[in-house]
């Protein structure tokens, strides 16, 4: 009962076998516990990828009543499996208001465990709105590192900054990280979310909607400077649709 290093998958072949699991350097070991013997005669097998001197490795099989049977182990080497990139999210969703910043991280994996994952570099597309063809470019979007190399066995973080441009439509736009090099590519979805300034209820008078008496109050304000250009737009846009705000 195993890993097999063709399929990797884990193969069963003696029912009510447990195996303990790959022994990934944490020096514990790894083993084989098989319940309910009866007579049936059982050959082991150690594959691994190290050796010990002179190829094998003599251990002791314990039995349920505290009978040791001596055996010897024939140790065979086994390629190394290919590095895998693997990360736990497939999508992040930061919320921002126009100017304003969203920031978030991403954990990437190397799986396997046998070889490091080298020269991975880290694109963005730009975010489309997914209502109409409103667009955040990509270069509002910075990420930590552009390049990154991850530790067999090991992960890494990399951190995400959405900035939300000034005038940006409110609504859902999508985007995507793409983190690959020569061997694999892994892309994580951009879920942005920009929504309505809460500002922006003040000026709707009826049926929550911005009528010509909330957008003269909005232009007032805004000559007074208690509030800015953004929201003074935000109040035209919604004086103009005649949209609900709420």
């Given at each position: 009962?195993t890993?097999?290093?063709?399929?990797?998958?884990?193969v069963?072949?003696?029912?009510?076998?447990?195996?303990s699991?790959?022994d990934?350097?944490?020096?514990?070991g790894?083993w084989?516990?098989?319940?309910?013997?009866?007579?049936?005669?059982?050959?082991?097998e150690?594959?691994?990828?190290?050796?010990?001197?002179g190829?094998?490795?003599?251990?002791?099989?314990?039995?349920?009543?505290?009978?040791?049977?001596?055996f010897t182990?024939?140790?065979?080497?086994v390629?190394?499996?290919?590095a895998?990139?693997?990360?736990?999210?497939?999508?992040?969703?930061?919320?921002?208001q126009?100017?304003?910043?969203?920031?978030?991280?991403?954990?990437f994996?190397?799986?396997?465990?046998?070889?490091s994952?080298?020269?991975?570099?880290?694109?963005?597309?730009?975010l489309?709105?997914?209502?109409?063809?409103s667009?955040?470019?990509?270069?509002?979007?910075?990420?930590?590192?552009?390049?990154l190399s991850i530790?067999?066995?090991?992960?890494e973080?990399?951190?995400?900054?959405?900035?939300?441009?000034?005038?940006?439509a409110?609504?859902?736009?999508e985007?995507?990280?793409?983190?690959?090099?020569d061997?694999?590519?892994?892309?994580?979805?951009?879920d942005?979310?920009?929504?309505?300034?809460?500002?922006?209820?003040?000026y709707?008078?009826?049926?929550?909607?911005v009528?010509?008496?909330g957008?003269?109050?909005?232009?007032?304000?805004?000559r007074?400077?208690?509030?800015?250009?953004?929201?003074?737009?935000e109040?035209?846009?919604?004086?103009?649709?005649?949209?609900?705000?709420v």
């Open positions: 009962m890993r097999s290093y063709d399929t990797g998958e884990i069963t072949e003696i029912q009510g076998a447990e195996h699991g790959r990934l350097g944490s020096n514990n790894e084989v516990t098989l319940n309910q013997l009866d007579d049936d005669q059982y050959e082991v150690l594959v691994g990828s190290d050796t010990h001197q190829g094998t490795s003599s251990s002791t099989v314990q039995t349920t009543n505290d009978d040791g049977i001596e182990l024939d140790v065979t080497e390629p190394l499996q290919p895998e990139l693997t990360s736990q999210i497939s999508t992040i969703n930061p919320n921002a126009a100017t304003e910043t969203a920031s978030t991280s991403i954990s994996e190397e799986a396997n465990g046998d070889q994952l080298e020269d991975l570099t880290v694109t963005t597309s730009d489309s709105h997914v209502d109409d063809e667009t955040i470019g990509a270069n509002s979007i910075s990420v930590s590192e552009e390049m530790p067999a066995g090991e992960r973080q990399l951190g995400v900054t959405v900035h939300v441009p000034e005038g940006a409110i609504g859902e736009y985007g995507i990280i793409t983190v690959e090099n061997e694999q590519s892994l892309a994580i979805v951009i942005l979310s920009v929504p309505l300034s809460v500002d922006l209820v003040k709707a008078k009826t049926d929550n909607k009528t010509t008496e957008l003269r109050e909005a232009i007032e304000d805004w007074t400077d208690d509030i800015g250009t953004d929201l003074l737009r109040a035209i846009e919604a004086w103009r649709s005649d949209d609900s705000v």
